[in-house]
């Protein structure tokens, strides 16, 4: 079962959130977008990143899950804390990431059960959990879809 993150995992969040970046660059995009996500995780990212994830469990203690076999993590959930729940007026799953070698065995599972229970006890404008998916991550939009989530609108972006 997975466990609240600790100061202590920063090391193994980072290399799940680093692994997390490069598959999703690599496995939905070009090279152009690879070397995009290559390029910014530098140690001032890390940095940046890892204060962040301090912020939020200081705030909320429970909203970094990680799950090991073995010793050794092999994934991650991250749910915004309630503070932030109203960029979408919901609970927001920020981040769910299994190692590969760990794929299929039912961590992503646990990981999913852990994140509901943190966004179920969150105060929220309204009572749902939302999350942004690749479109071309057809592994991620079905293990999505089997949990129940249905598409809901559409981001975009562009350049600053």
Not at 72 to 101: H, K
Request: glycine share 6%.
């Amino acid at each position: 079962m997975p466990r609240p993150y600790r100061e202590a995992d920063a090391d193994a969040l980072w290399e799940l959130k680093e692994s997390f970046e490069l598959a999703l660059a690599t496995d939905t995009g070009g090279e152009e977008k690879a070397e995009a996500y290559r390029d910014k995780l530098d140690a001032d990212y890390r940095a940046g990143y890892l204060a962040w994830v301090r912020r939020c469990v200081e705030e909320a203690p429970d909203c970094v899950q990680l799950a090991e076999r073995d010793g050794e993590a092999v994934g991650y959930a991250f749910v915004l804390p309630a503070s932030l729940s109203y960029i979408w007026d919901a609970a927001v799953l920020n981040e769910l990431y299994v190692r590969a070698s760990h794929r299929g065995s039912g961590v992503a599972d646990d990981l999913m059960e852990a994140a509901l229970s943190v966004a179920r006890d969150q105060d929220l404008p309204m009572d749902r959990i939302v999350l942004d998916v690749d479109p071309d991550n057809d592994r991620a939009a079905a293990f999505y879809e089997r949990w129940g989530f249905l598409p809901w609108g559409e981001m975009v972006a562009r350049d600053l």
